[in-house]
């Protein structure tokens, strides 16, 4: 099945500072979606972006398909940004189910 | 407002016990699923259902069932809850026209 690596694995920033998570896939794909998880285990659907690029306030995304990755940008970074980033997508090929990375744990200092 | 909603939130409860837990969804998306997630894991696919009357079994093994005899409900029982069950459930739904996936809040599950 498809493979999904998502870097860095943890991410600690000073409040303010601006970060860049990074998702590869090993093939195409007809959906990906970025996922907050707050630390009350929710997931908030962030983008859902199968290319190019989209912005929502101080997040933006891109996704390049025909390069396998896509990078989720947050600017000017506030406590409640902490918590875990999934990217999830969903193979061209075979079982239309969507399959997460391993995430990136944010954790954003006052 | 369009939503999906699981019940209950937390559930702590003794081994051997059965027990159900809930997904509806108000947005009639006809793909429902189901995902258990280890904190701050990754989430595994456990079940999944293209509409009513059509349930599959996911990635990862589960000795949980599941049945969607409504749109709108798609339940997941465990008959005999064991301390390996403890984890996170977390239902989602999609639309056909749609790829976007919906999540609920989950239930965190405490097998005692």
């Known amino acids: 099945g498809i493979q999904v690596e998502q870097s860095p694995p943890d991410l600690i920033l000073q409040e303010g500072a601006n970060s860049t998570l990074r998702c590869n896939f090993s093939?195409?794909?007809?959906?990906l979606q970025w996922f907050h998880q707050n630390p009350w285990g929710q997931l908030i659907n962030l983008f859902y972006i199968p290319s190019g690029t989209k912005q929502n306030g101080r997040l933006s995304a891109t996704t390049v398909a025909t390069e396998r990755y896509s990078l989720l940008y947050i600017s000017s970074s506030q406590t409640t940004d902490s918590g875990v980033y999934f990217c999830?997508?969903?193979?061209?090929?075979?079982?239309?189910?969507?399959?997460f990375g391993t995430g990136t744990r944010l954790t954003i200092i006052p | 407002e369009a939503d999906i909603y699981q019940t209950p939130r937390y559930l702590v409860i003794g081994t051997g016990k059965k027990i159900t837990l809930e997904c509806s969804q108000t947005m009639g998306h006809d793909k429902m699923y189901w995902y258990q997630q280890d904190p701050g894991m990754e989430l595994h696919l456990i079940h999944y259902s293209y509409g009513v009357n059509s349930t599959e079994k996911g990635d990862l093994s589960s000795e949980s069932t599941v049945s969607r005899i409504r749109t709108e409900h798609f339940p997941l029982t465990l008959e005999s809850a064991r301390p390996s069950h403890t984890s996170q459930y977390l239902c989602?739904?999609?639309?056909?026209?749609?790829?976007?996936?919906?999540f609920g809040s989950g239930t965190r599950l405490t097998v005692v």
């Open positions: 999830a997508v969903l193979s061209n090929f075979g079982n239309e189910k969507l399959t």
């Open positions: 989602a739904s999609s639309s056909l026209w749609s790829d976007g996936y919906t």
């Open positions: 093939d195409s794909v007809n959906n």
